[in-house]
């Protein structure tokens, strides 16, 4: 079974610039997460997807975040303009079951902003 | 809102038992769930506790306690492929999104 898919692994951009991350979640997992991973720190949850719809984007800073998840299968989350703190590991994670808080987590795409 | 506290380090050496503690709040409990994480990898589920006891999976074991709101994991016959960061998470309402724990770095010497 394919595990969960992102692209870049790593990027790297001035502040102000715009960066796109992608991610395919494994077959047939109808939740889809995006956590921000500062260094040092736990996963930290910016937006959830059920199927093709948001469940929670509470802690999503919508003036520079966006993310979607057309036909409730892939998803791409956007930050535009950067800024020097959203330095971090973007990872996408996708679950089948919500009830065993077993999430499946790619590899992350490492964002640096200079 | 949800807040979960567990030691930042923790040494250990090769072939010991090592214990790792995480204390939760959270409005409306589910389970407390563990995760892996070696530098620069993916985190990877270890286990989840819905009710009270001792679960185990080879030679790790997870532990809940609902009344004191505390949970442990604990890791047996150490190696050195052990070495990582582990976090403790617990499902939030309304949606089961999970919030994690800041992580403890588990070093395993030889």
């Known amino acids: 079974e394919a595990g969960v898919a992102q692209s870049p692994r790593y990027k790297i951009i001035e502040k102000r610039q715009s960066v796109a991350f992608w991610c395919n979640p494994i077959s047939g997992h109808a939740t889809l997460y995006w956590y921000q991973q500062i260094l040092g720190q736990g996963p930290k949850l910016l937006i959830q997807?059920?199927?093709?719809?948001?469940?929670?984007d509470s802690q999503l800073p919508k003036d520079r975040f966006s993310a979607e998840r057309l036909k409730g299968v892939d998803s791409t989350l956007k930050i535009q303009p950067a800024k020097l703190e959203d330095s971090a590991v973007y990872l996408c994670?996708?679950?089948?079951?919500?009830?065993?808080?077993?999430?499946?987590f790619g590899e992350g795409s490492r964002l640096t902003v200079l | 809102g949800q807040s979960l506290e567990q030691p930042s380090e923790v040494t250990a050496v090769e072939g010991a038992i090592v214990q790792i503690n995480c204390t939760y709040q959270t409005s409306g409990f589910y389970g407390l769930s563990w995760y892996q994480q070696h530098d620069g990898g993916a985190p990877t589920f270890l286990s989840y506790?819905?009710?009270?006891g001792l679960e185990e999976t080879g030679r790790f074991s997870s532990f809940l306690s609902r009344s004191d709101s505390y949970g442990y994991l604990l890791l047996q016959e150490l190696q050195m492929k052990d070495s990582a960061s582990y976090f403790c998470a617990v499902p939030s309402r309304p949606a089961r999104q999970l919030t994690f724990g800041s992580g403890t770095q588990l070093t395993v010497l030889p």
């Open positions: 994670a996708s679950s089948l079951f919500q009830l065993t808080g077993e999430l499946f």
């Open positions: 997807f059920q199927n093709n719809g948001v469940v929670d």
């Open positions: 506790n819905a009710l009270d």
